[in-house]
C-alpha cells in the first residue's frame, strides 16, 4: 500500500537557524498537505499543493512539491520558540484518503 | 463557528469491554475521518466517509473496529473487545467535499484519549 516516509524524525536547532523537513511517497501524489501539531494539540493544517513543481510561501515558511509529484518539503527560515511542534505532510493519490507521514518533530532552543 | 467536536475527551476501559468514540463534524461538512494515533507516532488512516457513499474502510485494523456516521454528520467509532494496543488517541476530522472546494483542508477534532487496562 501507499507509504509516506519523513525525514528527519525529529532535529533540534537554536532559535534562528532554518529547518527544513522532506515528505517522500511511495505512489504519485494528487495532491499533498501539510500539518503542524503542537505538543497536546491536535493537527492544524498549514496549506495543499497541487502542482506539479509547485512552490508556496507562508511568511517563513516554504512549500514545496516536487516535479514527480512524490515528494514534498517544507522548509522555516529563522526558526522561532512558536516553530515548536510535529510537522506532518499527509498525501492522497486519488482515493480521497490522506496517507500521513511519520512527521518531523521540531524543538527550538532559545 | 464551532468546530469538530469529540467526546468523551478521555475514556480508560478494562480490556475486553466496548467502547463508543463520537465525533460531530463542522456543519456542512460531508467529508469525515477517523485517525488513530498512538503516543509519539503519527497518523494512522482508519475510515473515510464521503456523503451517502459507502465509506472507505481499508484503515480499520481488525474486525473489532467499526464506524457508523447517521444522517451524514454525526459519527460513532466503536471498538469491540478492547485489547491493550488499542490504546491511543482517536482523532476525527471533517472536510468540504471533493469538487466543493479547491481546498480539502482537514478540520480535526481534540480527540479522544483511549486507555485499555
Known amino acids: 500500500g501507499q507509504q509516506v516516509m519523513q525525514i528527519p524524525q525529529y532535529q533540534h536547532v537554536q532559535e534562528g537557524e532554518d529547518f527544513t523537513t522532506y515528505c517522500n511517497s511511495s505512489?504519485?501524489?494528487?495532491?499533498i498537505q501539510w500539518y503542524k501539531q503542537r505538543p497536546g494539540g491536535h493537527p492544524v493544517f498549514l496549506i495543499q499543493l497541487v502542482k506539479s513543481g509547485e512552490v508556496k510561501k507562508q511568511k517563513r515558511l516554504t512549500f514545496q512539491f516536487g516535479e514527480a509529484k512524490k515528494n514534498s518539503s517544507l522548509h522555516i527560515t529563522a526558526t522561532q520558540t512558536t516553530d515548536v511542534g510535529t510537522y506532518f505532510c499527509a498525501g492522497e493519490s486519488g482515493t480521497y484518503k490522506y496517507i500521513f507521514g511519520t512527521g518531523t518533530r521540531l524543538k527550538v532552543l532559545a | 463557528g464551532a468546530g469538530v467536536s469529540q467526546s468523551p475527551s478521555n475514556k480508560v476501559t478494562e480490556k475486553g469491554k466496548d467502547v463508543e468514540l463520537r465525533c460531530d463534524p463542522i456543519?456542512?461538512?460531508?467529508?469525515l475521518y477517523w485517525y488513530r494515533q498512538s503516543l509519539g507516532q503519527g497518523l494512522e488512516f482508519l475510515i473515510y466517509?464521503?456523503?451517502?457513499?459507502?465509506?472507505?474502510k481499508s484503515g480499520l485494523p481488525s474486525d473489532r473496529f467499526s464506524a457508523e456516521r447517521t444522517g451524514g454528520s454525526v459519527s460513532t467509532l466503536t471498538i469491540q473487545r478492547t485489547q491493550q494496543e488499542d490504546s491511543a488517541v482517536y482523532l476525527c476530522?471533517?472536510?468540504?467535499?471533493?469538487?466543493?472546494?479547491?481546498?480539502?483542508?482537514?478540520?480535526f477534532g481534540p480527540g479522544t484519549r483511549l486507555t485499555v487496562t
Open positions: 456543519s456542512g461538512h460531508t467529508a
Open positions: 466517509f464521503q456523503g451517502n457513499s459507502a465509506p472507505d
Open positions: 505512489t504519485t501524489l494528487s495532491n
Open positions: 476530522a471533517s472536510s468540504l467535499a471533493w469538487g466543493e472546494s479547491q481546498s480539502y483542508e482537514q478540520y
